[in-house]
């Protein structure tokens, strides 16, 4: 009998083994979702492993929610295709927009909805456009990697920085719940904050390199 119930026991584990891998295998869905740092585990080279992890990170970096404050000119953009925004702000000095135009006029510490489908004014604290230096606008996933990784032009981040920052950063984590008709990044800030702590586990390397 005690024999039987171990048998049981081991059938029972190996079922629950193979369904947690089974879950953690699973391609991430198109669009809306991050893989788990788990889904690179099998890739035995640190180098690829880390671009393997850092080419998903890309699906949030290389989105519009990001991008369209990590323009490439002086002028944030907008929506979904990127279109310069409007009213023409500039960045003005530290970001915050110039005197007459400061982004805080119009963007409040929360997203104001104007009603559903009629959208939103985006809006989180001290809204503002990120550095000239941090622009990844038109550039290249292993471009923007290599600039990030940069402490001359990422604000003096080391990884541990730039961990914090992806995982908790309230202007990243924005992106996740942007307001009344806009798309938010895929996955989660969690999600994007453990692929990040996996990248650099892997030794942070860049596409390209
Ligand atoms: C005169 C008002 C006004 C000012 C000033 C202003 N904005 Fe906006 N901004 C808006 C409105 C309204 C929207 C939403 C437009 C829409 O979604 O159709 C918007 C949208 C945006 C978006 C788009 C978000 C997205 O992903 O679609 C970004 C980024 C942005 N603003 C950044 C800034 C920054 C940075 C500044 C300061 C340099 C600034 N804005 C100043 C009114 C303003
Ligand atoms: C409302 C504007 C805004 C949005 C939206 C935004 N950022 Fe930023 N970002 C900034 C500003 C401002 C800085 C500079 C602040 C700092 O260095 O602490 C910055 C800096 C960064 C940095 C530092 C390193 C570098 O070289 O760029 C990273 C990484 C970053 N953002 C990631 C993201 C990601 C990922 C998203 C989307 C999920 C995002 N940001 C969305 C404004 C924004």
Redesign the pocket.
Known sequence: MRNMTSKIAIAAATAIGGYVLLIERLPAQAGDELARPTHFESIPDEQKRAIAIFTEMGKVIQH??CL??HPQTD??????GQHP???P????PD????AA???????GEDNFSFGGKR????GHEI???APASMAWQGRSLGEICNQITDPERNGGKSLADLLKHNAEDGLVGW?WH?GD??TPAPGSQEGFGALTAAWIESGAHCPGD
Not at 75 to 80: A, K, T, V, Y
Not at 95 to 98: A, D, M, Q, S, T
């Open positions: 519009p929610r369209n404050c002028r944030p953009s907008q929506g979904d925004h409007m009213p702000v500039q960045r003005g970001g915050l927009g110039k135009m400061a982004c805080t006029t119009c963007h959208g939103s004014v985006p809204w503002h456009l992106a942007p008709g806009r």
